[in-house]
């Protein structure tokens, strides 16, 4: 069984900042590629960043300048570095990692159950 749990999601200001982490346990052998997907109130899930196994990084466009896609893989963590956050923000920040296990050698997605960033004053 593989876990992903995100954690780092708050309350914050318009124009604050905040740093979301999400470490993966379980039956990992290798991390692939990591993901940022963030799903705001009556919206569809949408992509938001993409860190490589060679730690090549990826935004959309709303994103870009403001978040930072980073991950420690000796941790088995991945991090995304919010700043200048806007109410658009807004919604449930979730991560997705493909990821070998050591049961089988195939590579799978896996989600994690996602953390709370509200941007509101």
């Known amino acids: 069984q593989v876990q992903l749990v995100e954690s780092g999601g708050d309350l914050v200001q318009p124009g604050g900042s905040l740093r979301l982490s999400c470490v993966a346990s379980g039956t990992v052998f290798s991390i692939g590629t990591m993901n940022w997907y963030r799903q705001g109130p009556g919206k569809a899930r949408e992509l938001v960043a993409v860190i490589d196994s060679g730690s090549g990084t990826d935004y959309v466009d709303p994103v870009k300048g403001r978040f930072t896609i980073s991950r420690d893989d000796a941790k088995k963590t991945v991090y995304l570095q919010m700043t200048k956050l806007k109410p658009e923000d807004t919604g449930v920040y979730y991560c997705?990692?493909?990821?070998?296990?050591?049961?089988?050698?195939?590579?799978?997605?896996?989600w994690g159950q996602g953390t709370q960033v509200t941007v509101s004053s």
């Open positions: 997705n990692a493909e990821i070998q296990t050591t049961i089988a050698p195939r590579w799978y997605y896996y």
